[in-house]
């Protein structure tokens, strides 16, 4: 991120989403960096590249004495400010206005009637949807400052303060729900900061290889294939940087999806990877049994395929392990300074502290959406760079309570039918995700006028663009319908099948 390109900076306060800011930048062709929130006014005002400030959302209130720390000096620099929902906030708390704990947040879809539809909300029109996140609101504005839209909820949804360039909105411009989100995000970086775009939205390939060439050199590295797209990039991209120096490893772990092992033989066949493929089916059942607890499920996971790689890696006499971990993968995590800890991905939070082996993440920047197109740029087979996105533990998380081959095949069996009900349809090119969830309570039934007691299963379909928000699938009854009745004729252990409605969030995809 150095040189002399102009950088949009992106003040951290936590939020889930202020990556994702950084993202939509990066689509504009614009250089943006995410700083830490109490980054000094001192250090900015010394980088003659940067033209404008954003200063993110944050789970915590202006008025928590825990909150982010900030260099109010920031808001007299005479760049331009954008500050969006914690940071909309903040700058008014900061500036004499007033901001009250909400007794009445804002969650969701909202409808943003628009007063003044200049600055960051030109060419938005009179009316759009945003996507709201907040429990404070502003209720005063300070001195020099106007209000450009409000919701029903806030009154002061958007203001700006044009002698000073300072906007602030209290929705996310940079989720999707939000409508005009990215034309507001573009308001500001291209109209008010001025920044020119320094990058083409090319993938970054030749960027990666030349980074992993530096940073492995001659040294031998492992790598775990999935058989998700991630690890998959990852893969093609480090062996084109290091070549034979790169081993690739499949885990069966007894935990993945329907026929993995032979689609990986498949897949990988004709790329010229060493891939050794494991069977740790056995080891990774005893390692699960009897735990009940999604984050000591997902650490057990995460320390089992370690513990494999470790072993590999020693055969292999390699230094580095390579995964693909995503920036999604990251942020909910927890592995930024504020932002809270929704659960532990299995290859970031389940690595130990011991780990033997150096750690290279090429990938750790992207969104799910921005592999998708540097696999295509790599010319991967259609299969790979369509498929659906799986969890790193695999069907462990999608069974509730304890791991049991007979659950796990019972999950397996279901997404099959969910797969192949929705495969052929209008609705497959749209879902994110479909699968099916076992639940370890049971319900009567009455199967063959026979009375069951029986386990209930999920069904979990959802669509979404990033991961980082998403929506149940507005799935016609009739298909439901035919995936209901299938299961239930199907699979022995199951009498009753329920649809889950609830979008993300409030509810994660996954259900641990
Ligand atoms: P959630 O459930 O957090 O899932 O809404 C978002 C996306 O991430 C996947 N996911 C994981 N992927 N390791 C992974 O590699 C994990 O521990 C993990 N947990 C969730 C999930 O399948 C969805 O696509």
């Not at 299961?487 to 329920?498: D, P």
Request: with cysteine; proline share 4%.
């Amino acid at each position: 991120m150095k040189g002399t390109h102009d950088t949009i900076v992106i003040l951290d306060f936590g939020g889930q989403y202020c990556h994702l800011i950084s993202r939509r930048i990066r689509d504009m062709g614009v250089l943006s960096e995410v700083l830490p929130s109490d980054t000094k006014a001192s250090v900015i005002a010394q980088n003659p590249n940067i033209k404008g400030i954003i200063l993110s959302g944050g789970a915590r209130s202006v008025h928590d004495s825990n909150a982010p720390k900030f260099d109010a000096k920031v808001l007299n620099l005479g760049l331009p400010i954008l500050g969006i929902c914690y940071g909309h906030q903040l700058i008014a708390h900061l500036s004499g206005g007033k901001v009250v704990r909400g007794a009445s947040g804002e969650y969701g879809l909202m409808n943003l009637a628009v007063s003044k539809g200049q600055h960051t909300l030109a060419k938005v029109g009179k009316s759009t949807k945003v996507w709201m996140n907040h429990g404070d609101v502003v209720t005063k504005l300070p001195a020099g400052f106007e209000v450009l839209a409000s919701t029903e909820h806030s009154k002061i949804a958007a203001y700006a303060n044009t002698k000073k360039k300072i906007f602030g909105v209290q929705f996310h411009p940079e989720v999707t729900h939000t409508k005009k989100g990215s034309l507001m995000l573009a308001n500001f970086v291209k109209n008010i900061t001025h920044a020119k775009p320094s990058r083409s939205k090319a993938f970054l390939v030749d960027e990666i290889i030349t980074e992993a060439k530096m940073t492995m050199g001659k040294e031998r590295a492992i790598i775990g294939l999935s058989g998700g797209i991630d690890s998959s990039v990852a893969a093609l991209l480090v062996s084109r940087a290091i070549g034979k120096q790169l081993t690739a490893v499949y885990v069966d772990t007894g935990l993945m999806r329907d026929r993995e092992t032979e689609y990986i033989k498949k897949m990988f066949a004709r790329a010229k990877l060493d891939l050794k493929i494991i069977d740790a089916k056995k080891e990774f059942f005893a390692g699960l049994a009897g735990v009940t607890d999604p984050e000591t499920k997902r650490k057990i996971i995460g320390t089992l395929f370690v513990r494999i790689f470790e072993r590999e890696a020693i055969k292999a006499k390699a230094q580095w392990l390579i995964q693909g971990t995503i920036y999604s993968d990251r942020i909910e995590s927890g592995l930024t300074k504020h932002s809270s800890n929704i659960k532990s991905h299995h290859n970031v939070g389940g690595l130990p502290k011991d780990l033997k082996l150096k750690l290279y993440e090429p990938l750790r920047d992207l969104y799910k959406d921005e592999v998708r197109a540097l696999a295509r740029t790599l010319k991967m087979p259609l299969e790979i760079t369509t498929r659906q996105v799986f969890p790193g533990p695999g069907l462990a998380i999608r069974v509730l309570g304890e791991v049991t081959p007979e659950a796990v095949e019972t999950v397996r069996h279901a997404t099959r039918i969910i797969e192949d009900e929705l495969r052929n349809t209008k609705y497959w090119k749209k879902i994110w995700m479909s699968f099916a969830v076992f639940l370890p309570v049971r319900s009567v039934g009455i199967q063959g006028d026979e009375r069951s007691y029986k386990h209930p299963l999920v069904l979990r379909i959802v669509e979404s663009d990033d991961a980082m928000t998403a929506n149940f699938a507005k799935l016609p009854f009739p298909i439901l319908e035919r995936i209901s009745t299938r299961i239930t004729n199907e699979i022995k252990a199951v009498n009753r099948v329920v649809y889950d409605i609830t979008n993300k969030p409030p509810a994660t995809m996954e259900w641990e």
